[in-house]
């Protein structure tokens, strides 16, 4: 199902449809990126936009193809990916001295 340029809302079973997931996993997704809100009328009817919709892809490809944390996509979807890179930095350089202490155990 392709989006329609002329329809503003979707209901949160066309967007499952749209991106190819299930809605308990949009409600997941809700709870933890601030900007996937969707509009909300009374209790039980949610409504996304073109926008909240290019951001759940966005999400999607982040968590599934990047294989990035719920955190990671967080920090990457706010446009703050030094901080994202600074943790990738950390990791390597931890990496390597672990294997510099390996060598040095080995050496003895």
Same mark, same amino acid.
């Given at each position: ?8 809302? #979707? ?7 749209? !991106? +190819? ?8 997704? +809700?709870?933890?990126? %601030?900007?996937?809100?969707? *509009?909300? $009328?009374?209790?039980?009817?949610? #409504?996304? !936009? $073109?926008?909240?919709? /290019?951001?759940?892809? %966005? *999400? ?5 193809? +990047? %294989?990035? !944390? *719920?955190?990671?996509?967080? *920090? ?6 030094? /901080? ?8 390597? $350089?931890?990496? +390597?001295?672990?294997?510099?202490? !390996? ?6």
């Amino acid at each position: 199902m392709e989006k329609s340029n002329n329809k503003i809302y #979707y209901k949160i079973g066309e967007v499952c449809e749209i !991106t +190819e997931l299930k809605p308990s996993i949009l409600r997941f997704w +809700e709870k933890h990126f %601030k900007q996937l809100k969707p *509009i909300k $009328v009374g209790s039980k009817h949610r #409504y996304y !936009t $073109v926008k909240h919709i /290019d951001i759940i892809k %966005k *999400i999607k490809h982040m968590l599934y193809e +990047e %294989k990035l !944390t *719920i955190e990671g996509a967080k *920090i990457k979807l706010n446009g703050n990916n030094d /901080d994202l890179h600074s943790n990738s930095l950390l990791d390597e $350089v931890k990496k +390597e001295l672990l294997e510099i202490l !390996t060598l040095l155990k080995h050496n003895k």
